[in-house]
């Protein structure tokens, strides 16, 4: 099955999809930052077809699947919320269009689980309705990505779309939850901090330390005497997981933890793993792209282990295995 990776940011849906043997036959991404690395992991030679807004569906190759992680600021909780009123909220528009061209058999596409509730539900219920007005049975569900073998608590809305005059009898089965291995397979390459009043990193996390929700409660020796603790620390709270790590964002680039008595920041090459994209492919772009800008990625990315799952959910239904 030949698969369009629409939104694609750095290809994660593209590696869950490629690892149950989909064929990606091109993308499609705006930000010149995120092509980087996808050409880094999948090579110089890939064609990006840029704004989707602005591309002809007769331009594009036939394929069968899109995948698309359509832009989530606009739903997103961290962020104003202004829903399809937004530029960006109209990309699901520009998205269905290329179905309805290309009379499209399947597509999946991931959001954040706030787009279910925002403007109490009806924004979620209109985008419900356009998909099936443009010729589409639609199965939604939250999943987390902490249940699919990656420890990140990380919940989004997959939507999957099967043309009606393709559905059966046969129910849509979501896939079952798996295991997450230990985080400390994850934290390997983080920053060390050093304890001094040069380092703005730990001077930050005093503040956290010592203000009037947090003073008293720990201390610097406390927190580091216990291997990958991982502290997050968000405006004046200070939380504390073990074995797990919270949502990776695009403004999120505070997590910290402990390793072997110290305190570290959590390196864009760690947010990559977090992401379920291989090391050798993380590798590829460690020391070639800022730490911030790896995390900003990763923030923005599909979780590959899920995709993958979603994938054979799709594949079981159609029982297309070509």
């Known amino acids: 099955m030949r698969f369009f990776d629409f939104c694609a940011g750095i290809g994660t849906g593209r590696m869950g999809l490629e690892n149950i043997g989909l064929q990606c ?3 499609s991404e705006i ?3 995120s092509e980087y690395t996808y050409q880094a992991f999948f090579g110089q030679a890939e064609k990006n077809y840029g704004d989707l807004m602005e591309i002809n569906p007769n331009d594009l190759p036939d394929f069968e699947l899109m995948i698309a992680g359509f ?3 606009s739903f997103s909780i961290v962020g104003q919320r202004k829903g399809i009123e937004d530029d960006r909220g109209q990309i699901i528009y520009g998205l269905i269009n290329i179905m309805k061209a290309k009379h499209l058999p399947y597509f999946i596409l991931e959001n954040v689980k706030g787009l279910m509730n925002h403007d109490r539900g009806k924004t979620f219920t209109i985008i419900l309705n356009d998909l099936n007005q443009a010729g589409y049975q639609v199965y939604h569900q939250v999943l987390n990505s902490i249940d699919y073998g990656i420890p990140q608590m990380r919940e989004r809305i997959y939507l999957i779309g099967i043309r009606k005059d393709l559905v059966t009898h ?4 979501w896939a079952e939850p798996i295991d997450s291995p230990n985080l400390r397979n994850y934290l390997i390459d983080g920053i060390e901090i050093e304890l001094n009043e040069k380092n703005k990193t730990y001077q930050t996390f005093l503040k956290y330390l010592n203000n009037k929700y947090n003073q008293g409660l720990f201390t610097i020796e406390q927190l580091c005497s216990e291997d990958y603790l991982v502290l997050d620390t968000r405006q004046s709270d200070l939380r504390l997981y073990k074995n797990k790590i919270p949502t990776l964002r695009t403004g999120r680039h505070g997590i910290l933890y402990t ?3 110290k305190l570290r920041k959590l390196s864009g090459f760690e947010s990559l793993l977090l992401q379920g994209i291989p090391k050798y492919l993380a ?3 460690k020391g070639k792209i800022s730490d911030s800008r790896l995390l900003s990625q990763a923030g923005n990315a599909m979780t590959v282990s899920v995709i993958e799952a979603i994938g054979c ?3 079981n239904y159609t029982r297309y295995y070509g």
């Open 71 to 73: 832009p989530c600021q």
């Open 170 to 173: 046969q129910l849509f089965s």
């Open 283 to 285: 590798e590829r772009v």
């Open 31 to 33: 930000d010149i930052d």
């Open 25 to 27: 036959i091109g993308f």
């Open 259 to 261: 390793r072997e008595g």
């Open 313 to 315: 959910s799709v594949l």
